[in-house]
């Protein structure tokens, strides 16, 4: 069974010095990320964001965020894809409006690094994170892929997300963000014509998200996968801060036990979890964990302007 240990001065000046010193130290980081960083550099899916750009949506169906119209079961295919272009666009095509991603690059662009990451956003690469070194586990939001799927190639779906969005009336500023003109009536229905068919078999596309087993694995995918498991069998012997960010519980096996298993083994490694409201581990590296339980944006930055 696991034993789980808190940090006991998770948010104070000193554990905040004490990563900034094992980023510092470190040869090699290897950056976990999960939904909390997104969250923390301003891509929240409730709130004012969502009511922005889905509040006709709300006020139709009743749900309160984006993550749950995602799961809805919509009265038309017309809807179903006004909803996810909205969706997309202003998850995968629109920056955050925060500055966190590009503070963490250059806490780590003079590191070897590796990132891992559950997030589909693709904030990473739009931030200058050398796209080689990256692995986005759970697909991603600017692709399509066959709904069935009756092979493993995707697709990318901007200029088809372009169009959708407009054909609700939108228009996209300088700045990718959408905007209603004067005048003009917002729809939520996007015309049949614009729905994405595959080209092998004819049945509709998705959206290249892992959800059940239909997930497609593309070649893009596999090549980010073997350069990761490469990169962590050849720095197995060197000083390495696994350095988990926003990572929770609903799919651990992915980085959360990896991270506290590799740490473990490896005698020069160092575990750092920072998390608002999750920040934890396991009693086998407490001695080699800092956990700092605070808005991580707000941490990157003190680090970036600390003078260690």
């Not at 040869?27 to 899916?45: E, H, N, Q």
């Not at 209603?180 to 078999?201: N, Q």
């Amino acid at each position: 069974m696991l034993e789980f240990t808190d940090s006991t001065d998770r948010d104070s000046n000193e554990t905040i010095t004490e990563l900034a010193r094992a980023i510092r130290d470190a040869d090699t980081v290897i950056i976990g990320a999960g939904a909390g960083l997104s969250t923390s550099a301003g891509f929240v899916y409730n709130g004012e964001r969502f009511e922005k750009y889905f509040s006709d949506f709300e006020a139709k169906y009743g749900f309160h965020d984006m993550y749950s119209g995602g799961f809805h079961d919509y009265e038309t295919k017309e809807e179903f894809w006004a909803f996810f272009s909205r969706m997309v666009w202003v998850n995968r095509y629109m920056d955050p409006p925060g500055h966190v991603y590009q503070e963490l690059l250059e806490l780590v662009k003079d590191k070897d690094y590796f990132v891992i990451t559950t997030n589909v956003d693709h904030c990473f690469q739009k931030a200058g994170f050398d796209k080689k070194r990256l692995f986005y586990t759970q697909g991603d939001y600017g692709l399509f892929q066959c709904s069935v799927p009756c092979h493993n190639n995707t697709y990318d779906n901007e200029e088809t997300i372009r169009r959708m969005i407009q054909s609700q009336g939108y228009e996209i500023t300088e700045g990718n963000d959408l905007v209603i003109p004067e005048g003009t009536e917002r729809k939520m229905t996007v015309p049949e014509e614009l729905f994405p068919v595959c080209p092998v078999c004819g049945e509709e596309m998705t959206i290249n998200l892992r959800g059940d087993d239909r997930f497609v694995e593309d070649r893009g995918w596999h090549i980010a996968c073997d350069r990761y498991r490469d990169f962590l069998q050849s720095h197995k012997n060197t000083k390495t801060l696994f350095l988990e960010l926003g990572v929770g519980m609903n799919t651990p096996v992915i980085i959360k036990y990896p991270f506290w298993n590799l740490v473990n083994q490896w005698p020069d490694a160092m575990y750092a979890c920072v998390n608002l409201g999750e920040a934890y581990t396991v009693e086998e590296i407490k001695d080699r964990s800092v956990c700092i339980n605070d808005d991580i944006g707000q941490i990157i930055h003190s680090i970036s302007t600390l003078k260690i």
